[in-house]
């Protein structure tokens, strides 16, 4: 994966990680963990979302700022319609 940190097919319940992510901090790593993961109950950016990232990551945006302040290499948007990926 080289496109987006992570993504989240829905209907198969399965997560993709980028890979490198591991040369990142690691409260990096464990917030698009917990983005994706959270994505499997609740579909889509909602405040519900946001609600559930807080609760099971609470420093999850000062991870974010982290991490978009160390973007990865190709690091692109990519809007498939089937995975929610960040």
């Given at each position: 994966?080289?496109?987006?940190r992570g993504t989240c097919n829905i ?6 990680i980028n890979l490198q992510l591991v ?22 950016h909602t405040n519900r979302f946001h ?36």
């Open positions: 994966m080289k496109t987006k209907a198969k319940k399965r997560i993709w040369n990142k901090p690691m409260e990096c790593l464990e917030y698009v963990i917990t983005h994706e993961l959270v994505h499997l109950i609740e579909k889509n609600a559930l990232v807080e609760e099971f990551y609470p420093t999850w945006k000062e991870a974010r700022k982290l991490l978009s302040q160390m973007p990865l290499d190709y690091l692109e948007k990519d809007n498939n319609k089937e995975d929610k990926g960040i």
